[in-house]
Antibody, heavy 116, light 107 residues
Framework: QVQLQQSGAELMKPGASVKISCKAT????????IEWVKQRPGHGLEWIGE????????NYNEKFKGKATFTADTSSNTAYMQLSSLTSEDSAVYYC?????????WGQGTTLTVSS | DIQMNQSPSSLSASLGDTITITCHAS??????LSWYQQKPGNIPKLLIY???NLHTGVPSRFSGSGSGTGFTLTISSLQPEDIATYYC?????????FGGGTKLEIK
């Protein structure tokens, strides 16, 4: 069955960078977009962007350009999101989701805490 | 960006009730509207895609309708396990955008 397994919780200092992973199993990884979504309490769900692992094509929410960078490794069926220059505003739960314009399966979420 | 306005923001209903959540898009999104359910402490899960199509394994008491700019999610015969926050999301254009959510509570 389709599963997306994300990396564990992270505690980072302001100004640092972090890389979150999302390992896919149970389907052809290269053929589906991987979406990245941010969730903060009181802020609902926010779309960061997406990557198509087979081609490396990406689409970013303008709001997150310069903040988020997506990569994918088809040999390990793993997608990555790097977040740079972290601030407290980046503290959130980050989800990856499989998509063909519809986010049908989601990872379990990675909690990022940015604190000095 | 397409704004997704969801109402109500919270809703209290009794077991067995039928409830409706609405989602209004600021532009025409045809039928590119999905609904997600997020139970407390859990991940979002797809309920309905392309406005009215039930995702695999979703109970038939959930239904969706609409096209263009106006959409509804209906839950009939409300069950205790339906306690959750529900989100709509448009897939018509970039950036993808979500509604603000509807928190459903049982009276």
């Amino acid at each position: 069955q389709v599963q997306l397994q994300q990396s564990g919780a992270e505690l980072m200092k302001p100004g640092a960078s972090v890389k979150i992973s999302c390992k896919a199993t149970g389907y052809t990884f290269s053929s589906y977009w991987i979406e990245w979504v941010k969730q903060r309490p009181g802020h609902g769900l926010e779309w960061i962007g997406e990557i198509l692992p087979g081609s490396g094509s990406t689409n970013y929410n303008e709001k997150f350009k310069g903040k988020a960078t997506f990569t994918a490794d088809t040999s390990s069926n793993t997608a990555y999101m790097q977040l740079s220059s972290l601030t407290s505003e980046d503290s959130a739960v980050y989800y990856c989701a499989r998509s063909t314009m519809i986010m049908d399966y989601w990872g379990q979420g990675t909690t990022l805490t940015v604190s000095s | 960006d397409i704004q997704m306005n969801q109402s109500p923001s919270s809703l209290s209903a009794s077991l067995g009730d039928t409830i409706t959540i609405t989602c209004h898009a600021s532009q025409n999104i045809n039928v590119w509207l999905s609904w997600y359910q997020q139970k407390p402490g859990n991940i979002p899960k797809l309920l309905i895609y392309k406005a009215s199509n039930l995702h695999t394994g979703v109970p038939s008491r959930f239904s969706g309708s609409g096209s263009g700019t106006g959409f509804t999610l209906t839950i009939s015969s409300l069950q205790p396990e339906d306690i959750a926050t529900y989100y709509c999301q448009q897939g018509q254009s970039y950036p993808r955008t979500f509604g603000g959510g509807t928190k459903l509570e049982i009276k």
